[in-house]
């Protein structure tokens, strides 16, 4: 089964920019991985923020976006506020089956 | 609308077996494709299984094939996870979730392996 990989801690500043990135071990992610992001805040289920790379929900905030990204799927924030304080997750689809990444620790400080 | 209620976990000792529920109402279920997926204590998210609408495609986390079942019966609107010969580090939060691009979660339901 595939490895996905992503940065275990990140910290930003209040409305700076960062971007998440989400590697797999079988080689560069493509839009047929259908890379997807999700963000989980403690005690909550996790919300799915962008999928099939870069396409937003309607509840996803328009400082995130999501793209490809040398070999990689990438999550970028522009303009961090405070609540965007959380655990970020990549999801890549593999034949059917899919994987998730370790997960980032987004610190905003 | 969209709401994924989780049932059936609980404190199981190792070897034993468990059958988790999703209840799903507010939308058609028998349209839309439906994964499990889990996190255990602290941890990250694992994805377990997906089911297709009609059941006829089901596909499994490689770590749990042979041990987990997927099902769904669209006449109940019910997801189901079978889960057999449970190990300690199968302890987890289970959510289901749609299909749909992961659009709907559950709130979860936590399974705890334990002798």
């Known amino acids: 089964q595939a490895v996905v990989t992503q940065e275990p801690s990140l910290t930003v500043s209040p409305r700076g920019t960062v971007t998440l990135t989400c590697g797999s071990s079988t080689g560069a992610v493509t839009s047929g991985h259908f890379p997807y992001w999700f963000q989980q805040k403690p005690g909550q289920a996790p919300k799915t923020l962008i999928y099939?790379?870069?396409n937003k929900h309607s509840w996803t905030p328009a400082r995130f976006s999501g793209s490809l990204l040398g070999g990689k799927a990438a999550l970028t924030l522009s303009g961090a506020q405070p609540e965007d304080e959380a655990d970020y997750y990549c999801l890549l689809s593999y034949s059917g089956a899919w994987v998730f990444g370790g997960g980032t620790k987004l610190t905003v400080l | 609308q969209v709401q994924l209620v989780e049932s059936g976990g609980g404190v199981v000792q190792p070897g034993r077996s468990l059958r988790l529920s999703c209840a799903a109402s507010g939308f058609t279920f028998s349209s839309y494709g439906m994964h499990w997926v889990r996190q255990a204590p602290g941890k990250g998210l694992e994805w377990v299984a997906i089911?297709?609408?009609?059941?006829?495609?089901?596909y499994y986390a490689d770590s749990l094939k042979g041990r987990f079942t997927i099902s769904r019966d669209n006449s109940k609107d019910t997801l189901y996870l079978q889960m057999n010969s449970l190990r300690v580090e199968d302890t987890a939060v289970y959510y289901c979730v749609r299909r749909s691009y992961f659009d709907h979660w559950g709130q979860g339901t936590l399974v705890t392996v334990s002798s």
């Open positions: 099939d790379t870069s």
């Open positions: 089911i297709w609408y009609d059941g006829n495609n089901k």
